[in-house]
Nanobody, 127 residues
């Protein structure tokens, strides 16, 4: 069974950067698609970024983060990263990652039910 642990969250000023990590502490990244989601208080959960399980590592991004966030993976380290640059106050949320070996690359990836998810890490961006 896949278990995920996120890290790298914190508090930064507007314009700052953070790199989130999603480590597979049980199971392996290989063969799993991974998505990053975020949820701010009183708001719906959003799918932020996705990377497919295939060798071509197809990626998708929420429009609001395109050009600022980059998802990547290191299969040898069993870790997926979310590099977040030019952070804005509206990026403030709890971010969590989710994984599933059945999910294929699709622009509607955020509607899929992922089998595993982590506990989340808080990101706070001050103005």
């Amino acid at each position: 069974q896949v278990q995920l642990v996120e890290s790298g969250g914190g508090s930064v000023p507007s314009g700052g950067s953070l790199r989130l990590s999603c480590q597979f502490t049980s199971g392996t990244l290989a063969g799993n698609a991974v998505g990053w989601f975020r949820q701010a208080p009183g708001k719906r959960r959003e799918g932020v970024a996705f990377i497919s399980s295939y060798l071509d590592a197809r990626t998708y991004y929420l429009d609001a983060v395109k050009g600022r966030f980059t998802i990547s993976k290191d299969t040898a380290k069993n870790t997926v990263y979310l590099q977040m640059n030019s952070l804005r106050p509206e990026d403030t949320a709890v971010y969590h990652c989710a994984a599933d070996s059945r999910i294929v690359a699709s622009e509607f990836w955020y509607n899929a039910e992922f089998a595993s998810r982590g506990q989340g890490t808080q990101v706070t961006v001050s103005s």
